[in-house]
């Protein structure tokens, strides 16, 4: 039997924990985080995904559950990709909402949120008629469930793009 090094014995522990991760809590936001993402998202930002709320709201009732691999998210636009918490906290500290409403408390609730099978929202995913897909909101639980070797299902929406 051959010698195993250190450095390679933390890998297959860390790989064998994140197999034995299985996050299944996904849930639909509620109507009133669909609102705030909505105004925040496209009219803060000026963006004209929908003609009004209601069609944002009619997109989202009409919107499918789907799972997201790595390869998939690399066609999504918008994403940021970030592979470590350090990496991710700072980008969020570009962010308007931080410290506010972003910050280092809201980011660990999130790693640990997934580690404990807490409740969390489906990202939302806007997709074209061309089949052009552009992250909406949720790139943070995206990126953390990535880290985690977690494929996530999002929230994939009609939108205009």
Avoid at 46 to 52: L, Q
Avoid at 84 to 93: N, T, V
């Amino acid at each position: 039997m051959s010698k195993i090094k250190k450095s390679q014995l933390k890998q297959l522990i860390k790989e064998e924990i994140l197999k034995a991760l299985n996050f299944s809590n996904w849930k639909t936001p509620s109507l009133s985080q669909l609102k705030q993402e909505f105004k925040i998202e496209q009219e803060m930002k000026g963006n004209e995904f929908w003609e009004d709320e209601a069609d944002f709201l009619n997109a989202v009732k009409n919107g499918k559950i789907v799972t997201i691999t790595p390869s998939e998210d690399q066609d999504i636009d918008y994403r940021s990709g970030t592979t470590s918490y350090e990496e991710l906290l700072d980008l969020i500290q570009g962010y308007r909402s931080y410290p506010e409403f972003r910050n280092e408390k809201t980011l660990k609730s999130i790693y640990d949120g997934f580690k404990t099978n807490q409740p969390m929202d489906y990202p939302i995913v806007i997709e074209d008629e061309n089949e052009y897909r552009r992250i909406f909101s949720g790139n943070t639980r995206m990126d953390i469930a990535f880290q985690l070797g977690i494929d996530p299902k999002v929230l994939l929406i009609k939108g205009e793009l």
